[in-house]
Protein backbone atom coordinates (compact mmCIF):
# COMPACT_ATOMS: atom_id res chain seq x y z
CA UNK A 1 0.00 0.00 0.00
CA UNK A 2 1.44 2.82 -1.14
CA UNK A 3 0.33 6.33 1.19
CA UNK A 4 -0.11 9.52 -1.41
CA UNK A 5 -1.24 11.88 1.50
CA UNK A 6 -0.86 10.78 5.23
CA UNK A 7 -2.76 13.86 6.46
CA UNK A 8 -6.37 12.32 4.36
CA UNK A 9 -5.00 8.52 5.70
CA UNK A 10 -5.00 9.63 9.08
CA UNK A 11 -8.83 11.74 8.89
CA UNK A 12 -9.92 8.22 7.16
CA UNK A 13 -9.14 6.59 10.34
CA UNK A 14 -10.19 9.21 12.78
CA UNK A 15 -13.35 9.55 11.22
CA UNK A 16 -14.86 5.88 11.83
CA UNK A 17 -13.13 6.02 14.97
CA UNK A 18 -14.99 9.58 15.80
CA UNK A 19 -18.32 7.98 15.17
CA UNK A 20 -17.64 5.14 17.01
CA UNK A 21 -16.46 7.21 20.05
CA UNK A 22 -19.57 9.19 19.65
CA UNK A 23 -21.89 6.62 19.53
CA UNK A 24 -20.13 5.07 22.76
CA UNK A 25 -20.57 8.18 24.51
CA UNK A 26 -24.53 8.63 23.27
CA UNK A 27 -25.14 5.25 24.02
CA UNK A 28 -24.30 4.60 27.48
CA UNK A 29 -23.55 0.54 26.67
CA UNK A 30 -21.01 -0.44 29.49
CA UNK A 31 -23.64 0.70 32.20
CA UNK A 32 -26.38 -1.82 30.42
CA UNK A 33 -23.87 -4.88 29.32
CA UNK A 34 -23.20 -5.68 32.54
CA UNK A 35 -26.27 -6.09 33.92
CA UNK A 36 -28.61 -7.80 31.10
CA UNK A 37 -28.58 -11.61 30.62
CA UNK A 38 -26.26 -12.78 27.74
CA UNK A 39 -25.33 -15.93 26.44
CA UNK A 40 -22.23 -17.76 26.83
CA UNK A 41 -20.29 -16.88 23.95
CA UNK A 42 -20.63 -13.20 25.29
CA UNK A 43 -16.75 -12.09 25.68
CA UNK A 44 -16.29 -10.17 28.84
CA UNK A 45 -17.25 -5.82 28.25
CA UNK A 46 -13.37 -5.10 27.53
CA UNK A 47 -12.86 -7.20 24.41
CA UNK A 48 -15.44 -4.71 22.77
CA UNK A 49 -13.30 -1.23 22.78
CA UNK A 50 -9.90 -3.25 21.88
CA UNK A 51 -12.01 -5.36 19.07
CA UNK A 52 -13.61 -1.98 17.82
CA UNK A 53 -10.78 0.02 17.70
CA UNK A 54 -9.13 -2.25 15.53
CA UNK A 55 -11.92 -2.69 13.59
CA UNK A 56 -12.55 1.34 12.43
CA UNK A 57 -8.57 1.66 11.98
CA UNK A 58 -8.92 -1.19 9.06
CA UNK A 59 -11.91 0.79 8.22
CA UNK A 60 -10.22 3.74 7.56
CA UNK A 61 -7.79 2.78 6.00
CA UNK A 62 -10.08 0.78 3.70
CA UNK A 63 -11.57 4.07 2.63
CA UNK A 64 -8.47 5.82 2.31
CA UNK A 65 -7.97 3.19 -0.24
CA UNK A 66 -11.23 3.84 -2.04
CA UNK A 67 -10.56 7.41 -1.66
CA UNK A 68 -7.15 7.90 -3.23
CA UNK A 69 -8.65 5.68 -6.61
CA UNK A 70 -9.00 7.35 -9.42
CA UNK A 71 -12.03 4.58 -10.02
CA UNK A 72 -15.39 6.70 -11.60
CA UNK A 73 -17.15 4.27 -8.91
CA UNK A 74 -15.77 4.94 -5.70
CA UNK A 75 -18.34 8.01 -5.15
CA UNK A 76 -21.36 5.59 -5.00
CA UNK A 77 -19.04 2.99 -2.98
CA UNK A 78 -17.81 5.94 -0.32
CA UNK A 79 -21.50 6.56 -0.27
CA UNK A 80 -22.23 2.90 1.00
CA UNK A 81 -19.34 3.74 3.60
CA UNK A 82 -21.19 6.14 5.07
CA UNK A 83 -24.39 5.27 4.95
CA UNK A 84 -23.24 1.65 6.75
CA UNK A 85 -21.05 4.47 9.08
CA UNK A 86 -24.34 5.86 9.87
CA UNK A 87 -26.35 2.43 10.33
CA UNK A 88 -23.38 1.80 12.66
CA UNK A 89 -23.82 5.04 14.80
CA UNK A 90 -27.33 4.24 15.70
CA UNK A 91 -27.12 0.94 16.55
CA UNK A 92 -25.50 0.95 19.96
CA UNK A 93 -27.65 3.88 20.84
CA UNK A 94 -31.03 1.76 19.85
CA UNK A 95 -29.62 -1.46 21.80
CA UNK A 96 -28.21 0.17 25.05
CA UNK A 97 -29.55 3.72 24.94
CA UNK A 98 -33.56 2.28 23.85
CA UNK A 99 -33.47 -1.46 24.75
CA UNK A 100 -34.77 -2.18 21.68
CA UNK A 101 -33.39 -5.13 21.82
CA UNK A 102 -35.31 -6.88 18.76
CA UNK A 103 -35.22 -3.17 16.60
CA UNK A 104 -31.42 -3.29 16.60
CA UNK A 105 -31.29 -7.06 15.57
CA UNK A 106 -33.12 -5.51 12.31
CA UNK A 107 -31.14 -2.65 12.09
CA UNK A 108 -28.08 -4.47 12.36
CA UNK A 109 -29.01 -6.72 9.71
CA UNK A 110 -29.48 -4.11 7.35
CA UNK A 111 -26.36 -2.84 8.63
CA UNK A 112 -24.89 -6.04 7.54
CA UNK A 113 -26.63 -5.81 4.70
CA UNK A 114 -25.08 -2.82 3.58
CA UNK A 115 -21.55 -3.87 4.84
CA UNK A 116 -21.84 -6.40 2.22
CA UNK A 117 -22.73 -4.38 -0.30
CA UNK A 118 -19.90 -1.87 0.09
CA UNK A 119 -17.48 -5.38 0.23
CA UNK A 120 -18.39 -5.93 -3.22
CA UNK A 121 -18.05 -1.84 -3.82
CA UNK A 122 -15.00 -1.96 -2.91
CA UNK A 123 -13.62 -5.12 -4.49
CA UNK A 124 -14.61 -3.90 -8.10
CA UNK A 125 -12.42 -0.92 -7.09
CA UNK A 126 -9.53 -1.96 -5.08
CA UNK A 127 -10.33 -5.77 -3.81
CA UNK A 128 -7.26 -4.99 -0.46
CA UNK A 129 -9.76 -2.59 0.50
CA UNK A 130 -12.80 -5.01 0.44
CA UNK A 131 -10.60 -7.70 2.56
CA UNK A 132 -9.70 -5.15 5.10
CA UNK A 133 -13.91 -4.97 5.44
CA UNK A 134 -14.37 -9.01 6.33
CA UNK A 135 -13.28 -8.89 9.63
CA UNK A 136 -15.69 -5.75 10.21
CA UNK A 137 -18.60 -8.22 8.88
CA UNK A 138 -17.52 -11.41 10.79
CA UNK A 139 -17.66 -8.99 14.09
CA UNK A 140 -21.34 -7.83 12.92
CA UNK A 141 -22.17 -11.27 12.46
CA UNK A 142 -21.17 -12.28 15.62
CA UNK A 143 -22.92 -8.95 17.36
CA UNK A 144 -25.76 -9.88 15.36
CA UNK A 145 -25.58 -13.95 17.14
CA UNK A 146 -25.52 -11.86 20.37
CA UNK A 147 -27.90 -9.13 19.58
CA UNK A 148 -30.42 -11.98 19.13
CA UNK A 149 -29.54 -13.98 22.10
CA UNK A 150 -30.05 -10.97 24.35
CA UNK A 151 -33.49 -9.96 23.44
CA UNK A 152 -34.16 -13.66 23.45
CA UNK A 153 -32.94 -13.82 27.18
CA UNK A 154 -34.18 -10.49 28.11
Known amino acids: MKIKNRSTLIIAILIPIAVGTLSALFSGRMSLYSQINKPSL ?17 M ?3 SYLIYE ?21 WWSI ?15 LAMIALIAIMIYQFYQIIPLSSYLQIPYLFWCLFAAYL ?3 IYRLN
Open 94 to 108: IFFRFSLYLFAFLWL
Open 60 to 62: GIS
Open 147 to 149: NFM
Open 69 to 89: SHSPEKWKALKTYALQLFFNF
Open 42 to 58: SPPGFIFPIVWIILYIL
